[in-house]
């Protein structure tokens, strides 16, 4: 009698167990956030790239940067959450923030835009898809960030990035899962990484300080993840500083999703 009661009650467990799976199986992945929908998604973080200079001898330019720099202040008080703000450094007048590779950065976005126009500042939004030359006044810059934003304030991305950073007693780094939203699969997409640091004065606050080497996905299908690691980076105490990751096209011409994390130095 106890050995029929065991296989009756183990038949009906399995069953059971079987009924669960079958179920969830059928379950409708209507979720937005579900990487399994096909039709998830997330909301787009729009990425803002300005190139500026701040050194003193650009007598007559000095002051169109610190137009632009104060009303990136206040745009991004605007748009907390939904923007994220990088100051490239550079310029034909040594800027002892500047580095050569945010040089090549700019000479990138004007190639692709077929461009001649140079300056500072310059500013450009999910890399070549919107642009602002020039600041008059911080009522006018701001004005024409607004208005380069309005096409992306509801849009919204197939990507989403989450990062992890990795701290020892000397160094520090960062991992990155990107998965794939929506129904289709992307190909030949780009990570990267760009430090920055507040240097805690009005016109120094979102200081680019390193571009790590892209990462490329060859193959990255939809509903699946992949994990990226920047190289580490030694440890600066009593620093305010973070990273900008982003996933864009192959040509780093359009950026799809960003986001920016904290290191907690």
């Given amino acids: 009698m106890l050995n029929l009661r ?7 467990f399995i069953f059971y167990c079987f009924f669960i799976i079958t179920s969830c199986d059928d379950i409708p992945r209507d979720n937005p956030l579900d990487p399994k929908n096909p039709a998830s998604y997330r909301s787009q973080i729009v990425f803002v790239e300005a190139f500026v200079n701040t050194n003193p001898v650009l007598a ?6 610190q137009y632009m720099l104060s009303a990136l202040n206040q745009f991004e008080d605007r748009h907390e959450n939904k923007v994220v703000i990088a100051e490239y450094h550079r310029g034909s007048y040594s800027d002892s923030l500047a580095r050569p590779e945010f040089d090549l950065l700019y000479d990138k976005y004007l190639n692709g835009l077929s461009s001649s126009l140079r300056g500072v500042p310059d500013v450009f939004l999910n890399s070549t898809l919107a642009r602002i030359t020039g600041a008059s006044s ?4 701001l004005t024409r960030l607004e208005t380069a934003f309005e096409s992306f304030s509801t849009a919204i991305s197939e990507f989403t990035l989450e990062p992890e950073i990795i701290k020892t007693d000397s160094q520090v780094e960062i991992e ?3 998965a794939k939203l929506g129904n289709s699969d992307a190909e030949d997409i780009v990570m990267k990484a760009v430090l920055i640091e507040d240097l805690r004065t009005p016109y120094l606050q979102r200081v680019a300080r390193k571009l790590w080497d892209p990462e490329i996905i ?9 994990t990226v690691t920047f190289s580490a980076i030694p440890i600066k105490r009593d620093a305010d500083r973070f990273v900008i990751i982003t996933v ?7 950026i799809f999703q960003a986001i920016e994390v904290g290191l907690d130095e």
């Fill in 6 to 12: 065991f296989i009756f009650n183990r038949t009906i």
């Fill in 60 to 65: 007559d330019s000095l002051p169109l940067n």
């Fill in 138 to 141: 911080v009522e006018t810059a």
């Fill in 176 to 178: 990155v899962e990107i």
């Fill in 218 to 226: 060859p193959s990255l299908p939809n509903g699946e993840t992949r």
């Fill in 248 to 254: 864009s096209s192959e040509d780093e011409l359009e």
